[in-house]
């Protein structure tokens, strides 16, 4: 398959600023949300590319558009864990790839409408959520049971013990920008004491698998709604989902906050999973942007330049789009 642009809309048109999602809670507020990439290749090259939205309750895709180069060749595939992959091949010289989307959201923060509640037994688990329970490449929770059952082996078992040890991380782990790298795991993180987001979801994830609850990595936006961001710092931002009770609960060491709009695009162990991008061959990132910012309905479309001018998000109080 072939092709330059994808375009998806939903098959319902509705006709107000507000929708409905499946279990009947408004969505309103809408998010641009998008990244643009752009690889200079000297030789041969593919490029593995996971950044296309993953469905949720608390969001809905109302646009959405995918540019990849210069009619680049592509294959596609979805993988264990849900992520809907592409496979380019490089053109010698500049490759641009650009997603842009426009998405309705609920202004209801991270796990609202769950009670917490206590793990289920292993022996209870979903067979395929079993995985999510043992080491990964980033996520070595083997040599961090001595430290997690020290530091959080008193504490209640279930969201009690995973809310100790987010905030555990969000207070003892310095978060460093530009420190991240590809090398390093939880353990390495626990160390040296600092890290960036992936680095606080790997260890999250590792001290939480120690106790058998099945921990995954996410990535994907996380606009600033309800919270200003001086700086306005726009990235892939990676956090954790745990299943706890029958249903997966966010949990997010970096900020150890209940936040708005999350829009996931990636899940798997770790960021090996995770990553927006895989490069084989003789091609390099040579820009990286990204944006997540919320909109007043009608006044962006996808493909428009980004204008942070027109965002309403990154204050206080939330805006909602009625």
Known sequence: MNYVAREMKPATCYPTNTLLNASGHSLDITLRVGCRLTYEATGPAALVLNMNLQPGDLHAVQNESLVLGDRLPVDTYTDFHGN???????????????????????????????????????????????????????????????????????????????????????????????????????WDVLQRGYGVCRDFAHLAIALNRTFNIPARYITGHLPDIGVPDPVGHMDFHAYVELYLDGAWFTTDARFHSARIGRIPVARGLDAVDGAFSTIYGGAQLAYFQVWAYQIVPGTVNIGDPVDLSLRVDNRIPIQRDF
């Open 84 to 186: 809907r992959i592409l496979r380019l091949q490089l053109v010698p010289g500049r490759n641009v790839i650009t997603h842009d989307a426009i998405v309705k959201v609920s202004s209801r923060p991270d796990n609202h409408e769950l009670a917490p509640a206590a793990p289920v037994e292993v022996g209870r688990l979903p067979m395929e959520y079993l995985r999510y329970t043992l080491p990964s490449r980033y996520c070595d929770s083997d040599k961090l049971t001595d430290f997690a059952w020290q530091q959080f082996g008193r504490i209640e078992h279930g969201w009690p013990r995973a809310q100790a040890i987010s905030l555990w991380l969000h207070q003892n782990i310095e978060y460093r920008f530009y420190s991240g790298r590809s090398d390093i795991s939880a």
